[in-house]
């Protein structure tokens, strides 16, 4: 996956931060970033979108939901059999 150099820094500042989000802001809340810094946290991912959009206009901005534990997703490619 290719990524802009500023989304890329709005990843690794949602990813320091992401302790310290947890503790400000209720589970499930969107956190958006842009320009490396916390826009702010928002109950839904709509809100969060809107208020990126306000902030960043067309520049690169990051929403992630502040949750628990990170999830990572696995996509299997079906193995063809000869």
Not at 8 to 15: L, S
Request: hydrophobic share 40%; glycine share 8%.
């Amino acid at each position: 996956m290719i990524q802009a150099a500023d989304n890329q820094a709005n990843r690794a500042a949602y990813e320091v931060q992401l302790p310290s989000l947890r503790q400000r802001y209720p589970l499930g809340h969107f956190a958006v970033f842009a320009d490396a810094g916390l826009v702010g946290a928002y109950p839904s991912y709509g809100q969060a979108l809107r208020e990126g959009y306000q902030r960043a206009g067309r520049a690169d901005f990051f929403v992630k939901q502040i949750t628990s534990k990170e999830e990572t997703q696995h996509v299997v490619t079906p193995l063809a059999v000869a």
